[in-house]
């Protein structure tokens, strides 16, 4: 497997946390330190509640040291504590 990734290419695999088998989700964005230019953690959005009907639930961030291995369509995690928590933007039409 090559050592470079693009971020379309890790949108498209899976989270799955080693310690406890479970399947977290689909990497949705990836948080960059932009002063050294090095990935920080990914984010896998929150499952939705009731057919998203109700929107989403926090927003996972794992951070990159938590990384065990990238394999061609899912990512191993490793973390005993429950990873932390983003609460999502609220997103609203202007004027209503």
């Given at each position: 497997?090559?050592?470079?990734?693009?971020?379309?290419?890790?949108?498209?695999?899976?989270?799955?946390?080693?310690?406890?088998?479970?399947?977290?989700?689909?990497?949705?964005?990836?948080?960059?330190?932009?002063?050294?230019?090095?990935?920080?953690a990914?984010?896998?959005?929150?499952?939705?509640?009731?057919?998203?009907?109700f929107?989403?639930?926090?927003?996972?961030?794992?951070p990159w040291?938590?990384?065990?291995?990238?394999?061609?369509?899912?990512?191993?995690?490793?973390?005993?504590h429950?990873?932390?928590?983003?609460?999502?933007?609220?997103?609203?039409?202007?004027?209503i």
């Amino acid at each position: 497997m090559p050592s470079n990734c693009r971020i379309a290419d890790l949108r498209c695999k899976e989270v799955i946390n080693l310690c406890d088998g479970c399947r977290l989700g689909f990497v949705g964005d990836v948080e960059i330190d932009i002063l050294c230019g090095r990935v920080v953690a990914l984010i896998v959005p929150g499952r939705c509640r009731f057919f998203g009907l109700f929107g989403r639930a926090e927003d996972f961030i794992i951070p990159w040291e938590c990384i065990d291995k990238i394999g061609d369509d899912i990512i191993l995690v490793r973390h005993d504590h429950p990873f932390p928590h983003r609460e999502r933007k609220k997103w609203r039409m202007p004027g209503i």
